[in-house]
């Protein structure tokens, strides 16, 4: 009896150690062929766009023939775009998430919110810029306007941004909490002093995540009306704007070869600015999450 149970538990873990071997280069064969197209579509696009990244190419606005074409004004107005998208998404999503957390009271009413707060997570993109166009652009008469988009694009990340600062909030040990409390110290004090520096990493780190996803965004954009062709910078909120992947988008869109080499160095130069965005989120939970 003991010779046969030893050899049914050699034959289970010869199984099991098979099963290991075979998921490990299961995983490995998926990571590479992930890794495969990753680095055949950047060759692809930097073979392409390279030789059109120069000073020109930075400093010259939209034009009909490739060789003068430049992102002057679509880099302008993504600019221009995350200097209203962020600080509304970043303090309406915090705002949130403090109350959902620290104040309301946990009932059904609550459940129902944080329910559709993490369902509109998953909307697709182009249903927020239908309530962009119906709300800012019609109702409230902004126009195709750097307002409206980024107001738009708020819309579109605040719930990612309200989710993240929740789990960031969460994630704070309750013990740094009673002990602000047992020092004295008021809610509002608390969570000024002891939950909001704690949470500070996860909350930049989703939202500058967040952030990097208006960037690469199009679809609302263009239904609220952003413009394709744009020869200026905008000058203040109210006026008109492209943004890089709208400008993508058109060079694709034309028939010459020579604006699909463009539109790969615009590629380039949007997957450099998310690169950087999203290095600067890892610089930050790192830093910030060294202190607790």
Not at 31 to 42: A, F, H, M, Q
Not at 240 to 258: C, D, K, L
Request: positive net charge; proline residues 4%; charged residues 15%.
């Amino acid at each position: 009896m003991e010779f046969i149970n030893e050899e049914k538990v050699a034959k289970r873990t010869d199984s099991r150690l098979l099963k290991n071997r075979l998921s490990k280069w299961v995983f490995m064969l998926a990571t590479s062929v992930g890794l495969l197209v990753l680095g055949v579509l950047i060759y692809r696009i930097v073979s392409q766009g390279y030789s059109y990244l120069n000073a020109d190419f930075f400093t010259n606005f939209a034009s009909r023939r490739p060789e003068e074409a430049g992102i002057k004004a679509a880099i302008f107005g993504t600019i221009w775009l995350m200097v209203i998208t962020g600080p509304v998404s970043i303090v309406l999503g915090v705002g949130c998430a403090i109350y959902l957390e620290l104040y309301a009271k946990k009932n059904r009413f609550t459940r129902f919110i944080q329910m559709n707060i993490s369902n509109l997570a998953g909307v697709p993109s182009i249903v927020f810029g239908l309530l962009g166009l119906t709300v800012f652009v019609r109702m409230m008469e902004m126009g195709r306007s750097v307002l409206a988009g980024g107001l738009t694009m708020s819309l579109l990340i605040l719930p990612i941004i309200v989710v993240a600062a929740q789990e960031a909030i969460r994630s704070v040990p309750k013990e740094l909490q009673e002990a602000s409390y047992g020092m004295g110290a008021t809610k509002w004090q608390t969570i000024r002093r002891v939950i909001l520096p704690a949470a500070i990493p996860g909350i930049l780190t989703g939202g500058i995540l967040a952030l990097s996803r208006a960037v690469g965004e199009t679809a609302p954009l263009i239904m609220i009306g952003a413009l394709t062709f744009v020869a200026f910078v905008p000058e203040n909120i109210w006026s008109g704007f492209t943004v890089m992947p709208i400008q993508i988008y058109n060079w694709t869109s034309r028939p010459q070869v020579a604006f699909h080499d463009v539109a790969a160095a615009g590629i380039i130069v949007l997957l450099l600015m998310l690169l950087l965005m999203n290095s600067i989120a890892i610089i930050i939970r790192n830093k910030f999450s060294k202190r607790y």
